[in-house]
């Protein structure tokens, strides 16, 4: 069983799996209109059971009603801090009659001989939530001494702008982690890569008038259609340029949503004054965030110059909206090498390599924090944000015991 058999002894996986089951009973789909945007009830009974099992928690208020939870377990004096991280928050259910089984019912079924734990969060990510906890709780209770510290970072809005780990940063609790284990559904695979990415509103003006008379007016969507192509051969260069990425496979230039009017109900024999458009480029390494926002903005005021007046005149804005560097992290780095090391131990098989296809709170502790990020976990990757949304309970246990051993060879 190796040196740290005595952890993998004290993993509680029974305890676990009801504390799982708990979180996605609580309803935390991000609601700004609820009290705590609905995150704080899984603030109180997270926080509560890490007071309850001795560890040192902080609650770092992030919004009105919505705190991150920070959590301490204390080794021997020295040595490494690794951090563990967990978002609390979920996506929305989207229609609840399309579920066969309660979003938030927490059901464990079995099939084809494997226990299936279905509910909203039981992927992403509060089952690797669970598993991360219970992990530190495994080494707490096994006795083993180790050096360092293992920290604890439950934030709040992963799933929105990520204020929850940009608080947490900025607040300065990042400075003295020499590593941090995200764990969000991947399979278990070691993610050494993390695509980046831009979020762009793209505002085009018009002047509204009669669908029977549009030159009496000017229609924005003639300048959308032009930006869109513009895009795509953007998108087209950028592909040739640095070819399919071996982990995070291609960037993308991606419009979203449109809207048409901008704002109010629009109406088929009406032009609208304005329209809006949301674009969600995804970057790999070899791609400068700047640089590409510079040029979106210059298709824009090309575009301009090309179309000045008329009833087909291009007239658009680009606000950034948020920016998530790409990330890296190497194979040979210490933080991966333990994680490595544990996936060998605990699946009895090589280690397999990927990358995040999507942004993770790990992007802004690696890019803001200076933090070497590995993002890894329990859950079929392709399962996040689907209805029906489940996790396997083995597959939740093997990730509790890579993250323990993951934690303690890094520590040494």
């Known amino acids: 069983m190796g040196k740290y058999g005595k952890v993998l002894e004290a993993l509680d996986v029974d305890g676990m799996l009801r504390f799982v089951q708990d979180l996605i009973r609580i309803d935390s789909v991000y609601n700004p209109e609820a009290q705590g945007a609905n995150e704080a009830r899984v603030t109180e009974f997270v926080a509560d059971f890490l007071r309850q099992e001795g560890f040192e928690v902080h609650l770092d208020e992030v919004a009105p009603g919505r705190a991150n939870v920070v959590a301490f377990l204390r080794g021997e004096s020295g040595g490494r801090t690794i ?9 929305s259910i989207g229609n609840r009659a399309d579920w066969k089984h309660d979003p938030f019912g927490a059901e464990v079924v079995y099939r084809d001989g494997r226990r299936i734990l279905y509910g909203r969060g039981s992927n992403d990510t509060k089952g690797n939530l669970g598993a991360a906890i219970f992990a530190a709780k495994a080494i707490q209770d096994s006795g083993v001494p180790f050096k360092g510290h293992v920290l604890l970072c439950i934030p709040v809005d992963e799933e929105g702008l990520m204020l929850g780990i940009k608080h947490f940063l900025k607040k300065g609790w990042g400075e003295n982690v020499d590593g941090a284990i995200v764990c969000e559904p991947e399979e278990k695979q070691l993610c050494v890569f993390q695509k980046g990415a831009v979020r762009l509103q793209v505002t085009f003006r018009g002047v509204q008038c009669h669908g029977a ?20 051969q953007l998108e087209n260069f950028e592909k040739d340029r640095l070819g399919k990425h071996e982990f995070l496979g291609w960037p993308s230039f991606t419009p979203t949503v449109i809207r048409s009017p901008a704002m109010g109900v629009g109406q088929l024999n009406v032009v609208p004054g304005e329209t809006a458009l949301a674009l969600d480029i995804r970057t790999v390494p070899g791609q400068d965030h700047a640089a590409l926002t510079r040029q979106v ?66 992007t802004f502790l690696q890019a803001w924090g200076n933090i070497p990020v590995l993002v890894t976990g329990a859950g079929d990757r392709s399962i996040p944000h689907h209805i029906d949304e489940w996790v396997e309970v083995e597959d939740l246990i ?5 993250f323990a051993l993951a934690s303690l060879y890094f520590l040494e």
Do not use: C
């Open 83 to 91: 951090l563990l991280e967990g978002h609390q928050d979920v996506v």
């Open 213 to 232: 008379m549009p030159l009496s007016g000017s229609d924005p969507n003639w300048g959308l259609a032009r930006f869109i192509t513009e895009l795509r």
């Open 297 to 362: 903005r210059g298709i824009a005021e090309r575009l301009s110059k090309q179309f000045p007046d008329g009833d087909d005149r291009f007239d658009a804005t680009v606000e950034q909206l948020d920016d998530r560097p790409w990330t890296e992290v190497p194979k040979d780095h210490p933080l991966v090498r333990a994680a490595a090391r544990a996936y060998r131990e605990v699946m009895g098989r090589e280690e397999v390599y990927n990358g995040v296809p999507g942004a993770t709170d790990g």
């Open 398 to 402: 093997e990730a509790a015991k890579i």
